[in-house]
């Protein structure tokens, strides 16, 4: 399998606009989360899915942020309008607990988010 | 709440070991894990401790004291290829679900 795949890679946008990060996560997991990181507050959990349905998004910041996970290898997160409080490394990981944890999570590459 | 503390920097020498500490502070605790990340990639698993003791895996080994609220991980034969980030993360059941919460890494220095 060739692990947790995130897209774009890296991504600069200016205030104001919509931004969406991609990701497929691995074949037959059934959690999905996504974690963003920052310098100033570390890793943090902002949404995960177990079997395709939102069960915790009691980290997602505002509602400028939304998660979506149409099927079991794609999801989606998206910011709108993005600001430049925003800009971070966005992480998806997948596991193949159904306990939602987090717990040996495999995570992507990450997309870095620069908001301008 | 829940808190997690670890060294913010750790320095050794390559071939050595190291031991990074880390103490919780959380109620429900489940278990510990510990991840290892290079800069700008991705955290990567390395183990998860639910039961006191030791688990070995290969030069990488993580002790679990639940009585203490403490845990670590155990580096030896130290490669250069080990300078990274690890972070400790506890899990912990709340509101009839379990989370996940990572402490703020410690960054580990191998020197020549």
């Known amino acids: 399998d060739a692990g947790v795949i995130q897209s774009p890679r890296h991504e600069v946008t200016e205030m104001g606009q919509e931004v969406t990060l991609r990701c497929k996560p691995i074949?037959?997991?059934?959690?999905l989360f996504w974690y963003r990181q920052t310098m100033m507050r570390g890793l943090e959990l902002l949404i995960y899915?177990?079997?395709?349905?939102?069960?915790?998004d009691s980290g997602m910041p505002e509602d400028r942020f939304s998660a979506k996970m149409p099927n079991a290898s794609f999801s989606t997160l998206k910011i709108q309008p993005s600001e430049p409080r925003d800009s971070a490394v966005y992480f998806c990981?997948?596991?193949?607990?159904?306990?939602?944890?987090?717990?040996?999570?495999?995570f992507g590459q990450g997309t870095r988010l620069t908001v301008v | 709440g829940q808190s997690l503390e670890q060294p913010s920097e750790v320095t050794a020498v390559e071939g050595a070991i190291v031991q990074i500490n880390c103490t919780y502070q959380?109620?429900?605790?489940?278990?510990l894990s510990w991840y290892q990340q290079h800069d700008g990639g991705a955290p990567t698993f390395l183990s998860y401790?639910?039961?006191?003791g030791l688990e070995e895996t290969g030069r990488f080994s993580s002790f679990l004291s639940r009585s203490d609220s403490y845990g670590y991980l155990l580096l030896q034969e130290l490669q250069m290829k080990d300078s990274a980030s690890y972070f400790c993360?506890?899990?912990?059941?709340?509101?009839?679900?379990?989370?996940?919460?990572f402490g703020s890494g410690t960054r580990l220095l191998v020197r020549p």
């Open positions: 990981a997948s596991s193949p607990r159904t306990t939602g944890d987090g717990t040996e999570a495999f």
């Open positions: 074949s037959g997991h059934n959690s």
């Open positions: 899915f177990n079997n395709n349905v939102p069960i915790d």
């Open positions: 959380t109620s429900g605790f489940y278990g």
């Open positions: 401790n639910a039961l006191d």
């Open positions: 993360a506890v899990r912990f059941r709340m509101d009839s679900s379990y989370k996940l919460i």
